[in-house]
Each structure stands twice: as C-alpha cells, then as structure tokens.
C-alpha cells in the first residue's frame, strides 16, 4: 500500500469512528473507494499544474484538506437529504461532488462548472474514473 492508500484508509477510519452512518455507507466498499478516491487524486496531480484546479500540488494535502472536506458531511447528507439527486454547483475540479459521488454511488450527480477547461477536466476525470 502507498502513503496515499494509508491516508485514506486512515482518513476514512475516522470518519467511520465519527459518525456510524459514514460507517454504513463506507465500510462495504472501502477497498472500492479508496481506490476510485486514489484515482481522483492522480487526475487532479496531472492536470493542475495546467487548470490550476486547486492551492496546492501536494497530494498528501489534497487529501486531508479537500476530499476529506468533501466526505465529512456524508452523514449528515444521507440522514438528512433526499440523496438520490445532488448537484455541485461551481465544482471547480470536482469537490466535493467527485469524492460524494465515489461515496453514494446510487446517487445522481450533477456537476456544474462554467469554465470549460475545468469542465472539460471533470469529463475526463468522470471517464477515467468509470
């Protein structure tokens, strides 16, 4: 396992230990998120010295500070929201829809950003990522 496989595999332990409905939604699939998250992190590393998608070029940081932002609320969403349509308006370079949709597969998800560059990179990313 990689250190970034070991940041998410702690990173959602946590989130787990935090609150039991982030527990009934991560813990059947774990190894598949940690997985498809990894994947969105590589496309973020590619493509941000270019789009300028987010502060920083570290992906240790782009994990604790950006897809673990965008995951903390998962609990909260799924007790309190109808979760079977969300929208992420000016989603930028994907956050927080990217890391919910990884999370609530059964969902649908809008992404909605009006820069094409950036739009463009979330197409590429949402077919790299299946």
Not at 104 to 118: Q, V, Y
């Amino acid at each position: 396992m990689n250190q970034i496989d070991d940041l998410f595999t702690e990173g959602l332990l946590q989130l787990c230990r935090s609150d039991p409905d982030i527990e009934k939604i991560i813990a059947p699939r774990r190894g598949e998120i940690i997985a498809l998250l990894a994947g969105f992190i590589a496309e973020i590393m590619t493509h941000n010295p270019v789009l300028s998608l987010v502060g920083t070029n570290q992906p240790e940081e782009l994990v604790i500070r950006h897809v673990f932002d965008s995951l903390a609320p998962l609990g909260i969403i799924s007790r309190k929201c109808d979760v079977s349509r969300i929208a992420d308006v000016g989603s930028g370079a994907g956050l927080p829809g990217i890391p919910l949709a990884i999370a609530l597969p059964d969902s649908e998800f809008t992404l909605i950003e009006r820069k094409g560059r950036r739009s463009g990179f979330l197409r590429n990313t949402l077919t790299a990522l299946e």
